[in-house]
């Protein structure tokens, strides 16, 4: 993914900056949205797979023709495997990694999106959201939350947490199912363990 893409394909200058966007791309680089549905390329401000081409983006993989295969379109992009998109300024926005992303009726929801509506809860004080199942068998949203302080007579309930994120989103991108934890398994830099 973005290793493969040394040494950079965004930069940010400080008068220019958006919040949450990588920046904007650096010279002869190109960068393409596509559907991780229908592998077609999509206007600005949709989200898709992050595909690039650069003179900075490696080469390949040193004899192995199979990893090339599948990293690299017949166009020569990149395949990064980050879910983002471009703004109608150029700024690019990445929102999480494509094999994280959860089906829910027939649409692609971004796990991370939902992480950052959980997080401005005041009552929650970490998340992480993955795929689930319902009765059905059907693949849902599901978040586990740790709460700020579990013995408060005010913590919320499943469904207010459910309430709280169906808010702001889209319907589809909503969260189904709510799991109280204690903690959140993390690698040692932080990164969520799904």
Do not use: W
């Not at 393409?32 to 949709?46: E, H, I, S």
């Not at 295969?69 to 990149?78: A, H, K, M, P, V």
């Not at 089906?103 to 929650?124: F, M, R, S, T, W």
């Not at 309430?163 to 702001?168: A, C, F, H, K, L």
């Amino acid at each position: 993914g973005m290793t493969e893409l040394s040494p950079a394909v965004n930069y940010g200058e400080d008068d220019t900056r958006k919040p949450g966007s990588a920046g904007r791309m650096v010279p002869n680089t190109e960068l393409r949205v596509r559907c991780v549905n229908t592998g077609k390329d999509l206007p600005a401000n949709m989200e898709g797979e992050l595909l690039y081409r650069g003179p900075q983006v490696m080469l390949g993989y040193e004899n192995n023709h199979e990893a090339n295969q599948n990293i690299f379109t017949e166009d020569g992009f990149l395949r990064t495997g980050d879910i983002g998109y471009i703004d109608d300024d150029g700024f690019v926005f990445v929102i999480d990694r494509a094999k994280e992303l959860i089906k829910y009726k027939g649409h692609q929801v971004a796990p991370g999106e939902l992480e950052d509506v959980l997080n401005h809860h005041p009552a929650i004080a970490d998340c992480c959201c993955v795929r689930g199942q319902n009765a059905t068998g059907e693949e849902i949203p599901k978040a586990f939350v740790v709460l700020e302080h579990p013995g408060d007579l005010t913590v919320p309930t499943r469904e207010n947490v459910i309430t709280y994120v169906s808010e702001p989103v889209v319907p589809y991108k909503k969260v189904c199912d709510v799991e109280f934890i204690d903690s959140i398994s993390k690698n040692a830099s932080g990164k969520l363990l799904r």
